[in-house]
C-alpha cells in the first residue's frame, strides 16, 4: 500500500464526542514506501469520511428530463422521461461526484434499465464504483405486485386511454417469478461482488412485495448473511395501503416474516408509528433519513425525534434527490439538524448526532474500514474570518460546511481525491459524455404513458384525499 501522510490542525476522531486533536498527523500504508502522499496540513480539519445512506446512484436529475418534483405516486410513473443511458457511464459520474463531495461510501437502491440483464447492469455499476474509489452497497430489485401503484385498480384505470390502461394493467404480469429474481441477485453478486462492492436484496418495499416474496428473501439473507434493502412508509398513501392490507400491523407482517434484524436497512420511515419505531430499533435495523427528498416529493418530515428516543440506528440519506440537485451530504446534514427541530432549548439534532448519522450509513453501503477513511475540509475557506481562540469548529461544520469545503478524500487507505480532483477519473470529462448521451438516448419508457399515469396518480390520490380515504 502506498504511504500516506495526513496533516490536519484539528483531527476528529468522532466529532461532536471526542476533543479534537491539534496539530495531528495520520499516517497510513508502508512507511518505508516512497514518495509519500501529502494530503491536509496548515488550515485544515480531518475526519472519518461519511457514508450516504440512501442512494439510486442516478447521475441524470429527473427534472431536467421534465419529472419535476411532485408527490411521490405521481413522481413514480414521471421517472420513466428519464434518457436510456449506459449505467456504467451514469455510476462514473454519480459516484464521482459524491467522491469529490468527501463520501466514502454509498448505498445504492438500483433501477435497472432491463430487470433481464440485472447481473449484467450491476458488473457495470460496480466497476465505475471501483475506477472511482468509493464502497458501494449495491441493492438490487425484487418486487412482485403494485408495479403501477397502490391502488383500486377499476376505479385507477376507469379514466385512462386504451394504451396507458394496457401499460398499467400487464405490469404485474410482466415481472419474473420471485424465485428468478432472487436467484438474478445471487448472480449479480457473483459477477460484481469485491473491490467495495458489496450487492442486497432491494426488497423494494412492503407496498411492492407480498408477504411470500418477503419471506424468501428473508430466508435468503439469514442464509447467507447477505442484507436487504428497503423503502419503507414513505408517503401517508403508503401508510392507508399497509394498514388496509395488513390490519394495522405492516411492521409486525414484516418482523413475522423474518425480515426485521440487523441486516435490514430502511429509507424514509415518515409515517412510522412510535411502537413501530421501537420494534425496528430494538430488532437493530438501520434507518435512512431522507430530509430533502422527503420535503422535494411532499412525503413529509421523519419523526426524527422519536427515532432518537429509542435508539434507532440512524443514517443521512441523499435519495439522489439532494437539496438543489447537488449531491452534497454535508449540506444534507446541516438541512437535518435544522429541520428536525422540536422548539425546545435543546435541539433534538445537535452535536454528536449530525455527526454520528453521517457515519451509520456505513452500515448500509458496506462496512467502513476502520481508521482508513479520512476526509479534509478546507477551514480557512470555511470560517476565514474566525477567532481560533473562540470559534468551535464543531459549530461552525454544523453551521457552514458543505461538498465545497472539501479537499481530500481517503477511502480504504487509497487516496480518492487529492487537492479536489479526484484520481480515479477525470470527472469533467465523463460528465460531458453524460451530458451528451443523455441528449441522445430515448426514454427509458413512453413519454406519452408516463405523462398520463402521472397525472392520473394525482387525480386518483386527489379524490382519495378528499374523501379521507389517503
Given at each position: 500500500m502506498t504511504a500516506i501522510r495526513i496533516e490536519a490542525d484539528y483531527l476528529f476522531r468522532r466529532p461532536g464526542s471526542l476533543p479534537a486533536e491539534r496539530g495531528a498527523v495520520i499516517a497510513l500504508g508502508d512507511p518505508g514506501s516512497a514518495p509519500v502522499i501529502r494530503l491536509g496540513g496548515s488550515g485544515t480539519i480531518v475526519m472519518p469520511a461519511p457514508a450516504n445512506a440512501h442512494d439510486h446512484g442516478r447521475a441524470l436529475s429527473p427534472v431536467a428530463f421534465g419529472a419535476s418534483d411532485r408527490p411521490l405516486e405521481a413522481w413514480i410513473p414521471a421517472t420513466a422521461l428519464l434518457p436510456a443511458v449506459d449505467p456504467y457511464l451514469q455510476g462514473l459520474v454519480a459516484f464521482g461526484r459524491l467522491a469529490a463531495a468527501g463520501v466514502a461510501a454509498t448505498q445504492v437502491a438500483y433501477d435497472p434499465l432491463r430487470l433481464d440483464d440485472l447481473p449484467g447492469e450491476a458488473e457495470k455499476v460496480a466497476r465505475a464504483a471501483r475506477e472511482v474509489g468509493i464502497r458501494v452497497g449495491l441493492a438490487l430489485p425484487v418486487l412482485d405486485r403494485n408495479l403501477g401503484g397502490y391502488v383500486d385498480k377499476q376505479r385507477f384505470t376507469a379514466e385512462l386511454d386504451v394504451a396507458t390502461r394496457e401499460a398499467f394493467e400487464t405490469a404485474d404480469s410482466s415481472l419474473p417469478p420471485i424465485a428468478d429474481q432472487v436467484a438474478a441477485v445471487e448472480e449479480a453478486a457473483r459477477l460484481a461482488e469485491g473491490g467495495g462492492v458489496s450487492v442486497h436484496f432491494h426488497a423494494v418495499g412492503p407496498t411492492w412485495c407480498s408477504p411470500e416474496l418477503m419471506e424468501m428473501v428473508a430466508e435468503r439473507s439469514a442464509a447467507t448473511g447477505r442484507r436487504v434493502f428497503m423503502h419503507l412508509l414513505e408517503t401517508r398513501r403508503q401508510r392507508a395501503w399497509l394498514d388496509r392490507t395488513f390490519d394495522g400491523d405492516p411492521i409486525g407482517k414484516m418482523d413475522r416474516a423474518g425480515l426485521?434484524?440487523?441486516?435490514?436497512?430502511?429509507?424514509?420511515?415518515?409515517?412510522?408509528?412510535?411502537?413501530?419505531?421501537?420494534?425496528?430499533?430494538?430488532?437493530?435495523?438501520?434507518?435512512?433519513?431522507?430530509?430533502?427528498?422527503?420535503?422535494?416529493?411532499?412525503?413529509?418530515?421523519?419523526?426524527?425525534?422519536?427515532?432518537?428516543?429509542?435508539?434507532?440506528?440512524?443514517?443521512?440519506?441523499?435519495?439522489?434527490?439532494?437539496?438543489?440537485?447537488?449531491?452534497?451530504?454535508?449540506?444534507?446534514?446541516?438541512?437535518m439538524r435544522l429541520v428536525h427541530s422540536d422548539g425546545s432549548m435543546r435541539r433534538p439534532v445537535d452535536d454528536p448526532v449530525p455527526f454520528e448519522a453521517l457515519q451509520a450509513g456505513h452500515r448500509l453501503a458496506g462496512d467502513a474500514s476502520e481508521g482508513?477513511?479520512?476526509?479534509?475540509?478546507?477551514?480557512?475557506?470555511?470560517?476565514?474570518?474566525?477567532?481560533?481562540?473562540?470559534a468551535d469548529p464543531i459549530q461552525l461544520m454544523l453551521t457552514r460546511l458543505s461538498a465545497r469545503h472539501v479537499t481530500d478524500l481517503v477511502v480504504d487507505g487509497r487516496v480518492v481525491l487529492a487537492d479536489r480532483k479526484l484520481t480515479g477519473i477525470n470527472l469533467p470529462e465523463v460528465e460531458r459524455a453524460l451530458a451528451s448521451a443523455a441528449r441522445s438516448a430515448k426514454a427509458t419508457g413512453s413519454p406519452a404513458i408516463a405523462s398520463a399515469l402521472s397525472a392520473a396518480a394525482t387525480r386518483y390520490f386527489a379524490r382519495g384525499e378528499a374523501r379521507g380515504s389517503g
Open positions: 426485521l434484524s440487523p441486516r435490514l436497512g430502511c429509507a424514509h420511515g415518515v409515517h412510522l408509528r412510535e411502537d413501530e419505531i421501537a420494534l425496528l430499533a430494538e430488532r437493530g435495523v438501520t434507518l435512512s433519513v431522507n430530509t430533502s427528498s422527503n420535503l422535494r416529493l411532499n412525503s413529509g418530515i421523519a419523526p426524527v425525534p422519536a427515532f432518537l428516543r429509542h435508539g434507532l440506528a440512524m443514517g443521512i440519506g441523499l435519495d439522489s434527490l439532494g437539496f438543489g440537485d447537488t449531491p452534497d451530504l454535508f449540506t444534507e446534514m446541516r438541512l482508513k477513511d479520512w476526509v479534509v475540509i478546507d477551514y480557512e475557506a470555511l470560517a476565514p474570518e474566525r477567532s481560533d481562540e473562540r
